[in-house]
């Protein structure tokens, strides 16, 4: 059976490793796109945007690494790791995102994951970062790496602003309702409950409530 093109290594005819940038932010691609084109090491073969783009993005692109955000429109970056994986076993995936929650970059490693770098990393540690997981090799930023280090810490901690949208979905309010209390745009408060939920491991929001209740978080 033939192998699928996108998914091969680089060859000799093309020294630089081939990138995927996958971001809901087109500035932000668009910026990692600029810092790996200098690099010299690797070049952009693509970029999406959304759950959907990416799949659609790998189908027809080269890639032999995916920078991958774990928020995106429609879904999130660690739950697509699984089905990537099992189409393209040969991609290497680099996490790259502003979550720096233990939870999450753990559920990020365990669905495939080869390496989880955060945004505000060094471009030479992002670029460093490539490099690795293209070799085979796991990579971790340095601050997550010293992050993965500590002892296990089960506190949850969250920000006066994820306190008080807990507090107003635990007292049943819609998002309608909530945006209008927090003074904030309807489509802000539905990524801020989807971060939340992804926070704190849960699946929708009767478990959102439950854990709230449960561990005191409101």
């Known amino acids: ?8 290594p680089s060859t ?3 020294p630089f490793i081939r990138v995927a940038i996958v971001d809901d932010h ?27 783009g990416c799949l659609q993005l790998l189908e027809k692109a080269e890639v032999d690494v995916l ?18 994986k099992a189409k393209y076993p040969n991609l290497k995936i680099l996490m790259l995102t502003s979550y720096s929650e233990l939870t999450i970059i753990t559920r990020a490693l365990q669905k495939g994951a080869s390496g989880y770098a955060l945004k505000n990393s ?14 085979g090799k796991r990579f971790l930023c340095e ?11 089960p506190i949850i901690r969250l920000s006066r602003r994820e306190q008080e949208l807990l507090r107003l979905i635990v007292d ?33 929001t009767a478990t959102l409530v439950k854990t709230a209740i449960e561990q005191k978080l409101v």
Do not use: W
């Open 12 to 14: 000799i005819h093309d």
């Open 143 to 153: 601050e997550v790496d010293l992050l993965m280090k500590k002892p296990e810490n």
């Open 26 to 52: 087109k500035v932000v691609a668009e910026g990692f796109e600029h810092l790996i084109s200098e690099s010299g090491v690797a070049r952009v073969t693509g970029k999406a945007y959304s759950a959907v």
């Open 67 to 84: 920078l991958l955000d774990i928020s995106l429109p429609d879904g999130n970056g660690i739950e697509l790791c699984p089905q990537i």
């Open 172 to 204: 049943g309010k819609s998002n309608s309702e909530i945006a209008g209390a927090m003074f904030l745009g309807y489509e802000t408060i539905k990524t801020y409950r989807k971060n939340l939920i992804l926070k704190l491991n849960v699946h929708n």
């Open 122 to 135: 060094m471009t030479e540690e992002i670029i460093e970062g490539i490099r690795t997981v293209m070799s």
């Open 1 to 8: 059976m033939e192998t699928k093109h996108n998914v091969q």
